[in-house]
């Protein structure tokens, strides 16, 4: 896991109750190769301010461990390679230290074929 910040502004405490994050935005390619390393993108926003967790479920039966917490707005780099063919749907979610969780992402799907 590669974090990235800056990936966009970081907002102050909206003040009194803690609100979840938002859903974190996913992105990486659409097409890969088995056994092909991908890199995928998961930007993530806490309206609060707040440093967050991001999970990533691959769609293969394999998830991400919950990484570091980083700070809203940061740009987390996760890379998966998958081990057979077929048409994957990538979901991130995320949340924050009270721990308030994120709803899942939009999906993201990946086709992967054979060499």
């Known amino acids: 896991m590669l974090v990235l910040l800056g990936a966009c502004e970081m907002a102050g405490p909206l003040g009194g109750e803690n609100h979840r994050p938002w859903s974190p935005a996913v992105s990486g390619p659409s097409a890969a190769l088995v ?42 780099i996760f890379e998966h390679s998958y081990r057979e063919p077929g048409t994957f749907s990538i979901s991130a979610r995320c949340h924050d230290l009270e721990p308030k969780f994120s709803d899942w992402s939009r999906p993201r799907a990946v086709s992967v074929t054979r060499p």
Request: hydrophobic share 40%.
């Open 35 to 76: 056994g092909e390393r991908l890199e995928f993108s998961v930007v993530v926003f806490d309206p609060d301010g707040d440093r967050v967790r991001v999970f990533v479920a691959w769609g293969d039966g394999d998830t991400s461990d919950y990484g570091e917490f980083v700070f809203s707005g940061a740009e987390v």
